[in-house]
């Protein structure tokens, strides 16, 4: 009867109803109570009948049902998983031990699971939660079961890690990022699981000093801490405490002094990311000599310092060196010659001074090329020009010469910027060949004669130059420019009528 008589309160968006013997009763499709949002049954009898009536609450979005009803009641029904509105489930504190019920996934808008105080059976790593992307709390204290892989990755704010966490010992995969926390770095996560093997704990506002276990973890292959607010210096141990690292990745916080020696101790890592931190002082000559396996080492913007690498680098398998942002000093070093296979070479905004040696023209794999913000000087090498090269940036330094023999038979070129040099001669007439060429910047430099004319160019800078003559007619019919500057310098003659094709126009200046 009671139940009925609230079908009066069609307004009705919150009903609290805890300590209450309901067994007996039910929600009936014409209770009117189709806008409640919050229902409170905590500690209230319940039996399947009322269960099953409250698939006739369609915009139900908080159910707390903690103690209902004598072990071995499930208050889990098809009724319940039809509330497809439902955002914050609480069935704590029921003693239930069957296995989660697999209409579970249908609650896909859940953010909130509390199971806590219960036996649930079978494993949870193959259950339905595992499809519930929403979800941003889950509690699960003094679980029976051991997981292998946990996913709960997603938006959103988590506050801390759940509890159920602490008493995992089998874990080997476990990916919480992009939910906020506010905690320190998880060190028991290593102590309490030797087998675990992958750890991503990407943009999570983790603070704090990065604490690790005293002990050595012998299977830890990945670890993925960046963009969060870790600060402090990088554990000098870290080579002795995870020695198989293959993949680590510290970038986006706020870690400073240097960077540890005992890296060299990691002979399997293949990927190091350390860039976007404060670190200072040099890179240490144990971590190029011990990491035989590196491919990748990013440590762009930083404040490191000193010559990039000695003699004596053994980092042979290196295909990504992304050194930019720092304060290195000297030539570029021969060492690098003995990278076979390298892709991408960034040492752009340091204070590299020097000429740039014959050897990098040699560089087959060579994708990548990025000089530019630097000191260096002298002419450009002749015929310097990487088989595969595809991106050339050399702006802003003080090279000089003409661009005659340096980059004859660059096919591949997309991108070459040459900006603010010191070059002098003509544009080359066999830059109109490149058929691949989409951005040329030579703006402030000393190049004179007649410009050419480019196929399938997006973008042009030829500013600050000595260019004479009249603008080519067939500029106008480049479809695909986006950004075209002539400006300063001593063109004559009127705007071609051809330049009215230019419908992809972004930026033009005369």
């Not at 519930?132 to 892989?149: A, D, G, I």
């Not at 890592?269 to 491919?295: A, K, W, Y």
């Not at 007619?473 to 009127?494: A, C, D, F, P, R």
């Amino acid at each position: 009867m009671l139940l009925e008589s609230l079908g009066a309160f069609t307004n009705l968006e919150t009903l609290y109803m805890g300590w209450s013997d309901l067994k007996g009763t039910r929600f009936t499709q014409g209770s009117n109570l189709i806008n409640l949002r919050e229902l409170d049954l905590n500690s209230s009898w319940v039996n399947g009948n009322f269960l099953q009536s409250l698939e006739t609450l369609p915009l139900l979005e908080t159910l707390s049902m903690q103690g209902c009803g004598p072990s071995g009641i499930i208050p889990v029904s098809q009724s319940i998983c039809k509330l497809k509105h439902l955002q914050k489930l609480d069935i704590s504190y029921n003693n239930l031990s069957s296995n989660l019920p697999l209409c579970l996934a249908n609650l896909t808008s859940l953010r909130q699971l509390d199971l806590s105080s219960n036996h649930f059976t079978g494993n949870i790593s193959s259950s339905p939660l595992e499809g519930l992307t929403n979800l941003e709390y889950l509690s699960y204290l003094n679980p029976r079961f051991q997981l292998e892989k946990l996913v709960l990755s997603s938006g959103g704010y988590g506050g801390a890690f759940p509890k159920f966490l602490y008493h995992q010992h089998d874990l080997q995969f476990i990916d919480l990022s992009h939910i906020q926390m506010s905690e320190g770095f998880p060190y028991w996560l290593f102590q309490n699981n030797t087998k675990l093997e992958k750890l991503y704990l990407i943009n999570n506002s983790l603070s704090g000093p990065l604490k690790l276990p005293i002990h050595s973890h012998m299977n830890l292959s990945v670890l993925d801490i960046s963009n969060n607010f870790f600060q402090g210096f990088i554990t000098p141990e870290i080579g002795t405490y995870l020695p198989k690292l293959s993949h680590l990745n510290m970038s986006g916080n706020g870690f400073n002094g240097s960077i540890p020696s005992s890296f060299g101790n990691m002979s399997l890592l293949e990927r190091l990311d350390l860039s976007n931190n404060r670190l200072s002082g040099t890179i240490p000559e144990d971590l190029t000599i011990g990491c035989v396996s590196l491919q990748e080492l990013i440590l762009s913007n930083n404040s490191l310092q000193g010559q990039i690498f000695s003699e004596t680098s053994n980092l042979r398998v290196l295909y990504e060196l992304q050194l930019d942002g720092n304060q290195f000093t000297g030539s570029i070093p021969h060492s690098l010659s003995n990278i076979s296979f390298l892709r991408v070479l960034d040492l752009s905004h340091n204070n590299l001074y020097g000429r740039i040696p014959r050897w990098l023209g040699n560089m087959y794999f060579l994708r990548v090329l990025d000089l530019s913000m630097n000191n260096i000087s002298g002419s450009l090498p002749s015929n310097f020009c990487p088989s595969n090269i595809q991106e050339i940036y050399l702006s802003r330094n003080g090279l000089q010469g003409s661009l005659e023999d340096a980059f004859y038979g660059c096919s591949e070129l997309i991108v070459l910027d040459l900006g603010h040099n010191h070059m002098t001669g003509s544009i080359p007439s066999w830059i109109g060949k490149f058929s691949r060429l989409s951005y040329l910047i030579l703006g402030h430099n000393y190049i004179d004669g007649k410009s050419q004319m480019l196929s399938y160019i997006s973008g042009i800078d030829l500013s600050c130059n000595h260019l004479t003559g009249q603008i080519p007619i067939e500029i106008g019919y480049l479809n695909e420019i986006h950004v075209l500057n002539l400006s300063h310098n001593s063109l004559t003659g009127k705007i071609p009528a051809s330049f009215s094709n230019l419908r992809q126009i972004e930026s033009l200046d005369l």
